[in-house]
């Protein structure tokens, strides 16, 4: 009798495993050959008495381009015209870094246009007062 568990590992409902080890077990997932969206890792384990047990981990692929929005939000209840912005760059591969495409334009937030305007509010009222007081 084998004194370890076995590890069988699933992705989604496949009922083909990934593999089985014994464990412990040191395993690399590559997402490469997957679709984008959501997945479950399922990981079954049996101890050599045969009893079961069973891990479901939910997790996202996102292999292709990345997708940034400006203009709508996940959910959001709108209405009229909306300007979207949208911009979809890839990641490079994991072993440099990509600077072209990777950052994603973006509109200046309101609150930039607030404290600029109180600035310049602020700014002709200290011109007023001290033109006043010179004079």
């Known amino acids: 009798m084998e004194d370890k568990s076995t590890v069988i590992i699933f992705i989604d409902d496949d009922e083909k495993p990934v593999g089985e080890f014994a464990s ?42 990345a997708i940034a929005i400006e203009g709508i939000g996940e959910n959001a209840v709108v209405d009229g015209v909306i300007p979207l912005m949208i911009n979809a760059y890839r990641k490079g591969d994991q072993k440099k870094f990509l600077i072209t495409g990777s950052e994603s334009p973006q509109s200046i937030p309101a609150l930039f246009w607030i404290l600029l305007i109180g600035f310049a509010g602020w700014l002709v009222y200290y011109l007023i007062t001290y033109l006043a007081v010179e004079e």
């Open 24 to 65: 412990p077990v040191n395993f690399e997932l590559d997402t490469r050959k997957m679709v984008d969206g959501k997945h479950v890792l399922k990981i079954v384990s049996k101890d050599p008495t045969g009893k079961e047990g069973v891990r479901m981990i939910p997790f996202e692929v996102r292999n292709g381009p």
